[in-house]
C-alpha cells in the first residue's frame, strides 16, 4: 500500500540554525500538507501546496518557514532560524484528486536546544 | 473559524468493553467531520469521515461514529475493543473536504486497555 514516507525520523539542531524536513508524498497525489503537534498539544495545520505554490497557511506559518517541491517527489519544510518554541512532530500529508482523504506520514520530531 | 473539543484526555476501558470518545464541533456550516488514530511512532490513519447523507458512518477497524448537528457532535464508538485499539484518537473537522483544506484537529484521546 503506497504511504507518505518522512525523514529524518528524529532531528536535533541548536537555535537559530535552519532545517530542512523532507517528505515524499503517495506518487500520484496533488495536494500536500505540513502539520505540527507541539508535545501535549493538538495536531495544528501549518500550510497546504498544490500546483507548485502554497493554497492555504495558517497564522503559524510565518516568514521563517517555507515548503518546496524541489523535485517530482519531495516535499519539504524549512525552518530558516530555528526557535526554541519550534520543537515539535512534523507531520507530512498528501490527498489525491479526490479530495476526500489526508494520508499522513510518520512524522519528524524537531528538538531545538 | 472551526474548532473542536475532546472533553476527555485520557479514557480506561477493559477489553472486551464497549467505548466511546466524544468531539464535539464548532463550526457554522455543514463540516466535513473525521476521525483518526495514531500509534506510537506511526503516522495519523483515517478511521472514518462523514461529508453527508446516512448519519450512522461505518470505518475501519470496527468503529462506527454517530453525526449530530443538534449536538454539534461526531462521537466515535466501538462494540467491543481490542488490546491493539490503544491508541490516541483525534477528531478533526475541515471546511472544503478532507483533502483541499487545512484540517482542524481535537488535541486528542488517549485510550487506554485494561486486560
Known amino acids: 500500500e503506497p504511504e507518505v514516507t518522512q525523514t529524518p525520523s528524529h532531528q536535533v539542531t541548536q537555535m537559530g540554525q535552519e532545517v530542512i524536513l523532507r517528505c515524499v508524498p503517495i506518487?500520484?497525489?496533488?495536494?500536500f500538507y505540513w502539520y505540527r503537534q507541539i508535545l501535549g498539544q493538538k495536531v495544528e495545520f501549518l500550510v497546504s501546496?498544490?500546483?507548485?505554490?502554497?493554497?492555504?497557511k495558517s497564522e503559524i506559518f510565518d516568514d521563517q518557514f517555507s515548503v518546496e517541491r524541489p523535485d517530482g517527489s519531495n516535499f519539504t519544510l524549512k525552518i530558516r532560524s530555528t526557535k526554541l518554541e519550534d520543537s515539535a512532530m512534523y507531520f507530512c500529508?498528501?490527498?489525491?484528486?479526490?479530495?476526500?482523504?489526508?494520508?499522513f506520514g510518520p512524522g519528524t520530531r524537531l528538538t531545538v536546544t | 473559524a472551526q474548532s473542536v473539543t475532546q472533553p476527555d484526555i485520557h479514557i480506561t476501558v477493559s477489553e472486551g468493553a464497549s467505548l466511546e470518545l466524544r468531539c464535539n464541533y464548532s463550526?457554522?456550516?455543514?463540516?466535513?467531520l473525521f476521525w483518526y488514530v495514531q500509534s506510537p511512532g506511526q503516522g495519523l490513519q483515517l478511521l472514518l469521515k462523514?461529508?453527508?447523507?446516512?448519519?450512522l458512518v461505518q470505518g475501519i477497524k470496527g468503529f462506527e461514529a454517530e453525526f449530530k448537528r443538534s449536538q454539534s457532535s461526531f462521537n466515535l464508538r466501538k462494540p467491543s475493543v481490542h488490546w491493539s485499539d490503544a491508541a490516541e484518537y483525534f477528531c478533526?473537522?475541515?471546511?472544503f473536504g478532507g483533502g483541499a483544506d487545512g484540517l482542524t484537529f481535537g488535541k486528542g484521546t488517549h485510550l487506554i486497555i485494561q486486560p
Open positions: 506518487s500520484n497525489h496533488l495536494y
Open positions: 463550526y457554522g456550516a455543514t463540516p466535513y
Open positions: 501546496f498544490y500546483n507548485n505554490e502554497i493554497s492555504e
Open positions: 500529508a498528501s490527498s489525491g484528486d479526490t479530495l476526500d482523504e489526508q494520508y
Open positions: 462523514y461529508f453527508s447523507g446516512d448519519t
Open positions: 478533526a473537522v475541515a471546511r
